[in-house]
């Protein structure tokens, strides 16, 4: 993939609003921004599955669970976060692999409760398996990363970890989508049978978009676990899974940003209208069903179809020629 001038000054300019964004902030904004990192991974992850691949996934909240937990108990276990996190994205892609199986044979809605389900039945192995997961109580005091021996404590050095994690699964992301993975992953979305006339293993790329979506939920919730340094069941629930999925379509699905912007809107944006007060969850969601409703392609499909639209359009030639004959 070649890079632009321009985009590489964009990318430049965005990291630096990032490392600058939680100076003079306190732990609360830093902690607010940390989560936005995390769940923009998240995001990242569900968009390669549902936005490049095509399929639907409602059980990205319990891959980032099982990462979370396999996190928390290893590390608990006194092994350091490197070690917890490999395994976590190890853990979720092979579950990931089994969950695309239905795929291969459900389609749609159909897929949707699939992996709703699986969705579920995790939440309920985390509430009820109380000899691993303490059930509902939760595990708590959670170590946090270590960098070259130094613990990423509550505050500025944490957030620069989650950036850079973050940082590193935009480049491997980015990587993805414009490697001939992506390119089939595209293919397997638009039209899955021309896709197989072609000579693209559907199969395969089916089971691995769903894999390597999972693998990046696991990875947020490697993250998740330590930000928090405390996690029980009900913070992996349906309810954020159908979260991430809002992420997805707000900023719109299939576009690299996209996930990014709506982790933005749906993590951010009830902060900013805390003045709200009591109104500002109203607001919020009246705001969402109007950009629903006039851009189902999102925030950054809207962005496309204005410069589309009032984009001015080159006069051929040849066509007012031909209306004069």
Request: with cysteine.
């Amino acid at each position: 993939m070649k890079l632009k001038p321009l985009h590489i000054i964009l990318a430049l300019v965005g990291i630096a609003l990032l490392i600058l964004a939680p100076i003079w902030q306190g732990n609360y904004i830093r902690y607010v921004l940390c989560s936005w990192l995390i769940f923009s991974i998240a995001a990242m992850g569900l968009n390669l599955t549902l936005g490049y691949a095509g399929q639907i996934s409602l059980a990205q909240a319990a891959f980032m669970g099982l990462g979370a937990y396999t996190t928390a108990l290893i590390t608990m276990a006194g092994y350091p976060w490197i070690l917890s996190a490999a395994v976590a994205i190890a853990l979720t892609f092979v579950i990931g692999l089994i969950l695309g199986y239905p795929a291969l044979r459900v389609q749609h809605h159909f897929l949707a409760f699939v992996t709703l389900a699986f969705n579920t039945l995790v939440f309920l192995v985390l509430r009820n398996e109380e000899w691993l997961t303490v059930g509902s109580f939760g595990l708590v005091g959670i170590p946090r990363p270590e960098v070259f021996g130094y613990p990423t404590i509550k505050g500025l050095p944490f957030y620069y970890f989650t950036l850079g994690c973050f940082l590193v699964t935009v480049l491997f992301v980015g990587w993805m989508v414009h490697s001939p993975w992506g390119r089939a992953f595209k293919a397997l979305r638009e039209n899955p049978i021309r896709a197989n006339s072609l000579g693209l293993d559907t199969r395969r790329m089916t089971l691995l978009a769903f894999a390597i979506g999972s693998a990046i939920g696991g990875f947020a919730g490697a993250l998740q676990a330590p930000l928090v340094q405390f996690i029980e069941p009900g913070s992996f629930a349906l309810v954020h899974s159908l979260k991430i999925l809002l992420m997805v379509i707000v900023g719109g699905a299939g576009f690299f940003f996209g996930p990014m912007l709506g982790a933005a809107i749906v993590v951010l944006l009830p902060e900013v209208l805390r003045f709200t007060e009591g109104y500002y969850l109203i607001v919020y969601a009246l705001l969402v069903l109007v950009l629903m409703v006039f851009s189902p392609r999102g925030l950054i499909g809207l962005g496309f179809s204005l410069h589309d639209r009032f984009k001015p359009q080159a006069e051929r030639g040849d066509m007012a020629k031909g209306a004069s004959l």
